[in-house]
């Protein structure tokens, strides 16, 4: 008797886990999952050991612990001149869960929902188990931006919802207000909710400007916005996401959250909300800290012989690798596996991210993580140097 549903028996095993694998295998210097080898700031940590310490650990409410949610709307207008109740606000199990729920939630059987390829690789498959259509909008290099037209064509009468990830996973790319104020319009023409995604809102590049789309004319209640805890405070095992809007969408969201999670970590909730309110200097110095070793990879890439793309936000540099690898190498996921076997050092292929007929989009590019500490990335340095050297 066949024991796999059909509505996952095609999801094979996620890239991450793939590149891990064969990384732990071959001992390579791990630069591929976006999560990193540093622990989150220590006032963080104190905060969850004092809330262990302080009977916070039976279930939250379902909805989310009130400090939590109270520390998330703060947040928000003190970034963002984005006012919120605290009822505005669901705590999730990270942003994926909140994903997923939000795609159950907003969406039935045979809806669309507009995604931008590349697309982070969880949305999708979370489309396709609900019973859901996606519809592929491409960002093209180097710049990664749309066309406009393109995106128009991609709505239809059954267009229910369009993810937006910005700062996107894995180009880099944050989406300037020019191009949100294009989906906004778009939204508000077909009545369509917008889905956003902001884990590395804190994490920009040269000036950049994270903005939020729920900020614009006529997407307040019409947007929901998804962030979480991980990325800003180097927690990404703490799983505390959120998502916020309108009261109708919210709870949309949670009718689905109650029966995947019903409630996430007490404790580390508690955390959350010390965590967010920490002053205007923490969010500065990890914008700077991270300014830095993003210049130094990419520095260290081109001296290698890649030729990477300059990310404006996020965690990732995407790279064209055509100048490094053997002749045989003929695509992403064997240059992914070469580097590993033969250099000591792991990258993801970006074609994970797209659908089959368009993998070859990317198929001569990689994707390097940032998160790391210096003595990682300095590791990974050595071992690249090594292939311009042999290649001299």
Same mark, same amino acid.
């Given at each position: 008797?066949?024991?796999?549903?059909?509505?996952?028996?095609?999801?094979?095993?996620?890239?991450?886990?793939?590149?891990?694998?064969?990384?732990?295998?071959?001992?390579?210097?791990?630069?591929?999952?976006?999560?990193?080898?540093?622990?989150?700031?220590?006032?963080?940590? $104190?905060?969850?050991?004092?809330?262990?310490?302080?009977?916070?650990?039976?279930?939250? @409410?379902?909805?989310?612990?009130?400090?939590?949610?109270?520390?998330?709307?703060?947040?928000?207008?003190?970034?963002?001149?984005?006012?919120?109740?605290?009822?505005?606000?669901?705590?999730?199990?990270?942003?994926?869960?909140?994903?997923?729920?939000?795609?159950?939630?907003?969406?039935?059987?045979?809806? $669309?929902?507009?995604?931008?390829?590349?697309?982070?690789?969880?949305?999708?498959?979370?489309?396709?188990?609900?019973?859901?259509?996606?519809?592929?909008?491409?960002?093209?290099?180097?710049?990664?931006?749309?066309?406009?037209?393109?995106?128009?064509?991609?709505?239809?009468?059954?267009?229910?919802?369009?993810?937006?990830?910005? @700062?996107?996973? @894995?180009?880099?790319?944050?989406?300037?207000?020019?191009?949100?104020?294009?989906?906004?319009?778009?939204?508000?023409?077909?009545?369509?909710?917008?889905?956003?995604?902001?884990?590395?809102?804190?994490?920009?590049?040269?000036?950049?400007?994270?903005?939020?789309?729920?900020?614009?004319?006529?997407?307040?209640?019409?947007?929901?916005?998804?962030?979480?805890?991980?990325?800003?405070?180097?927690?990404?095992?703490?799983?505390?996401?959120?998502?916020?809007?309108?009261?109708?969408?919210?709870?949309?969201?949670?009718?689905?959250?109650?029966?995947?999670?019903?409630?996430?970590?007490?404790?580390?909730?508690?955390?959350?909300?010390?965590?967010?309110?920490?002053?205007?200097?923490?969010?500065?110095?990890?914008?700077?800290?991270?300014?830095?070793?993003?210049?130094?990879?990419?520095?260290?890439?081109?001296?290698?012989?890649?030729?990477?793309?300059?990310?404006?936000?996020?965690?990732?540099?995407?790279?064209?690798?055509?100048?490094?690898?053997?002749?045989?190498?003929?695509?992403?996921?064997?240059?992914?596996?070469?580097?590993?076997?033969?250099?000591?050092?792991?990258?993801?292929? @970006?074609?994970?991210?797209?659908?089959?007929?368009?993998?070859?989009?990317?198929?001569?590019?990689?994707?390097?993580?940032?998160?790391?500490?210096?003595?990682?990335?300095?590791?990974?340095?050595?071992?690249?140097?090594?292939?311009?050297?042999?290649?001299?």
């Amino acid at each position: 008797m066949p024991a796999m549903a059909q509505r996952v028996a095609a999801f094979g095993t996620t890239i991450f886990a793939a590149i891990n694998s064969l990384a732990r295998q071959h001992s390579a210097v791990n630069l591929g999952q976006g999560a990193p080898d540093f622990d989150a700031p220590p006032p963080v940590l $104190e905060a969850a050991v004092r809330a262990v310490n302080s009977q916070l650990n039976q279930y939250a @409410p379902n909805i989310g612990l009130p400090q939590a949610r109270e520390a998330i709307a703060l947040h928000a207008e003190r970034f963002y001149g984005q006012r919120l109740t605290p009822e505005q606000v669901l705590i999730t199990s990270g942003a994926t869960e909140a994903m997923f729920a939000a795609i159950l939630g907003l969406s039935d059987p045979n809806d $669309e929902i507009i995604v931008f390829q590349p697309v982070y690789d969880s949305y999708v498959p979370n489309m396709r188990m609900a019973g859901v259509t996606p519809r592929y909008v491409n960002l093209y290099a180097p710049h990664w931006s749309f066309d406009p037209d393109e995106l128009a064509a991609a709505f239809t009468p059954r267009t229910k919802a369009i993810i937006i990830n910005t @700062p996107h996973n @894995p180009t880099g790319k944050c989406y300037s207000r020019q191009e949100l104020e294009i989906i906004a319009e778009l939204c508000l023409r077909h009545n369509v909710i917008a889905i956003t995604d902001e884990v590395y809102e804190h994490i920009t590049y040269d000036g950049t400007l994270h903005t939020r789309l729920a900020t614009l004319h006529g997407m307040e209640n019409r947007t929901l916005t998804i962030s979480s805890l991980g990325k800003t405070f180097s927690a990404t095992g703490w799983k505390i996401g959120w998502a916020m809007g309108a009261p109708e969408l919210v709870e949309s969201v949670n009718r689905a959250h109650q029966f995947i999670t019903y409630s996430v970590a007490t404790p580390l909730q508690a955390a959350a909300a010390a965590a967010l309110a920490m002053p205007s200097e923490y969010f500065e110095s990890l914008q700077a800290e991270y300014q830095r070793k993003r210049d130094w990879l990419l520095t260290m890439l081109r001296g290698a012989g890649f030729q990477p793309f300059t990310p404006q936000g996020g965690y990732f540099i995407m790279a064209d690798w055509r100048g490094v690898a053997p002749e045989h190498v003929q695509d992403d996921v064997q240059f992914a596996e070469w580097l590993i076997r033969e250099v000591g050092v792991a990258s993801i292929p @970006p074609s994970a991210f797209y659908r089959a007929e368009d993998k070859h989009r990317v198929a001569h590019l990689t994707r390097f993580a940032i998160c790391k500490r210096d003595e990682t990335l300095q590791a990974a340095a050595d071992r690249l140097a090594a292939i311009r050297v042999s290649g001299d």
